[in-house]
């Protein structure tokens, strides 16, 4: 038996989900506004304190966008700079900032708790697909694929070495994919890499981003989270959008075009990776909304349908009423790490042979960690 405790850092929330993995019990099942967190991250310790503190046999921590597997006593400040990584110049980001203090303080902890990597320290990732990039998926991101690698697996029955599928998880400010070939994450398409997100552009045209280095020397990462669904239809709270979408509202409905269009192109750039997928996985908040939710799984489904993909197209399986899936996800891997019922999944994923740097692909750019402080 494994009392374990996972951690899933989103946009608006981050959320706390408590298991015992024998009875499969949820005994912790809090999200925390992401505000509150920013403005006092301890209050994410006296959580785990009430919960069991020391007692606790695993904690999967936030990760930001990850570390190769270790104990949080183990990680170096180096590396918790990289993983909530900004410009050495752009401390504004009160948000990233107030990650950045709460992993510190959980390394100061006598806790048991664990930094896991992001998809890019995954060595079932060929180096290829890795080249000069640094979001292909972060450390939550990877919590959500052991929430759909266990539906996989037990609701579906489906062997490990089957195991195909994509993740698509339409977040408060991005929208990512993950592919899974076997059991295992082999490629991924980060919130910053892909398509428009609510509130973030997606991936960026290199002459913007050039001209935009110009115009703003700092380049602030706030500009990461706008020029999306958000911007374009002047709603500030994806609730408000599919509220207004459903009331006919021309500019909303343009967005959620934007929003559906952007998660069928991510899941089709990943088709060759994923021949033959048996399931699309989706999850995030925007798929929990009324009325938008449903479209976009329409959506993908009639686009599956039309390009012959006989794919099905599921929820993830949440074993809280209040917590995101990756937080059910965060909470499996803390009961792999603890030598419970989830081994498996740390085994399949590969956790424990992560290795490396977010930087280390981008060759020729030496000064990249001196920039980040």
Known sequence: MARVVGIDPGTGSMDLLGLDDTSMRVFLDVSIPRQRVTQNPSIILEVLEDAGGEGLDAIVAPSGYGIPLKRVQEASEGEIVEASFMHSSDRRRHQIIGLRQLMIMLKRSRLKAWFTPGVIHLQTVPRYRKMWRIDIGTADKVYTVAAALRDEVERHGTPLHEADFIVVEAGMAYNAAIAVVGGRIVD?????????????????????????????????????????????????????????????????????????????????????????????????????????????IEALKGFLNDIGVGATVERITRLGKNTKEGATGAALIASGLAGGRYRWIIESLGLKNSQGSILDNMHGLEGLRRALG
């Open 188 to 296: 991924g398409i980060g919130g910053t890499t892909g398509w428009w997100g609510f509130l973030g552009p997606g991936s960026m045209d290199s002459e913007l981003a050039y001209i935009l280095s110009h115009a703003s020397p700092s380049f602030p990462k706030s500009l990461l989270f706008t020029g999306g669904a958000s911007t374009l239809s002047g709603y500030n709270n994806p609730e408000d959008l599919a509220s207004a979408y459903l009331e006919g509202d021309e500019k909303a409905m343009e967005a959620v075009e934007m929003l559906i269009e952007s998660i069928l192109k991510d899941v089709a750039a990943l088709l060759p990776v994923v021949r033959k997928p048996r399931r699309i996985y989706v999850s995030g908040r925007l798929t929990r909304i009324n009325g938008l939710g449903h479209d976009m």
